[in-house]
């Protein structure tokens, strides 16, 4: 990452970084959103989470949505969309059920 990016998610995060990161997302003033951060850092602690919000006011308008329960109900509706996959038709038997549609 270069070092400017760096200073810029240090500050937002309000810390130093342990490990180097990837900006992966910036938003329309050009700053940082989303890091990458890799699966362990630099002084090997595990790392779990791949990509982290480091921009404070996304991070603010998350912690509203978790607040109401919508990050639990997204959970949910990819839970069943899991479910259905694993035991739904096929992504090729649906395509041959709408070409037979036809």
């Known amino acids: 990452m270069m070092n400017h990016n760096k200073q810029i998610v240090e500050i937002q995060l309000g810390r130093k970084l342990r490990s180097s990161v990837n900006v992966?997302?910036?938003?329309?003033?050009?700053?940082?959103?989303?890091?990458?951060?890799?699966?362990?850092?630099?002084?090997?602690?595990p790392f779990p989470t791949t990509y982290w919000l480091s921009c404070p006011m996304y991070t603010k308008k998350v912690g509203s949505l978790e607040s109401t329960g919508l990050i639990k109900e997204l959970d949910d509706q990819i839970q069943k969309t899991k479910i259905y996959m694993n035991n739904g038709p096929t992504g090729s038997t649906l395509t041959r059920q709408s070409v037979l549609k036809r």
Do not use: Y
Not at 34 to 45: E, S
């Open 24 to 45: 992966v997302t910036k938003c329309h003033f050009n700053l940082p959103v989303v890091i990458k951060v890799p699966p362990n850092l630099d002084d090997g602690t």
